[in-house]
């Protein structure tokens, strides 16, 4: 009837940090990896388009196939960048939480603790 409340994980801004920092160092990796694909991926789907008014039948369907395939690769990759992302963003948002307890509690100059307080970056009403 009543559901056990989760019990709110503490804030570790250093793991965090260090977290958010791999990410970033593997994001230049998979940008770079994103678009060779997504090139490659604009090559077939340029020679089908050319092919398409020709009627053959069996290069037209290699060339869907070659695209599936391709695509395929970029989905896996999107799929596991936007997990990667999604989980990086709520540890940016961890720390900003963290931080703006911090600006509160040490009473930083009004300017930055309005900023904290009431600038939708730091509310995340975006």
């Known amino acids: 009837m009543f559901r056990k409340q989760k019990k709110q994980e503490p804030i570790d801004i250093d793991k965090d940090l260090?977290?958010?920092?791999?990410?970033?160092k593997g994001v230049n990796g998979s940008i770079r990896e994103l678009a060779g694909l997504y090139k490659e991926y604009a090559k077939h789907r340029e020679q089908f388009l050319y092919l398409r008014g020709s009627g053959a039948e069996n290069a037209l369907k290699k060339k869907v196939t070659e695209q599936v395939k391709v695509y395929d690769k970029i989905l896996k990759i999107s799929q596991v960048f936007e997990l990667d992302v999604g989980i990086a963003s709520e540890r940016v948002k961890k720390i900003a939480k963290a931080l703006k307890i911090d600006a509160e509690k040490y009473k930083i100059s009004q300017k930055w603790l309005d900023l904290v307080k009431k600038d939708s970056k730091w509310t995340f009403d975006w």
């Not at 260090?18 to 970033?24: D, H, W």
Request: glycine fraction near 0%.
């Open 18 to 24: 260090k977290a958010i920092i791999e990410f970033f």
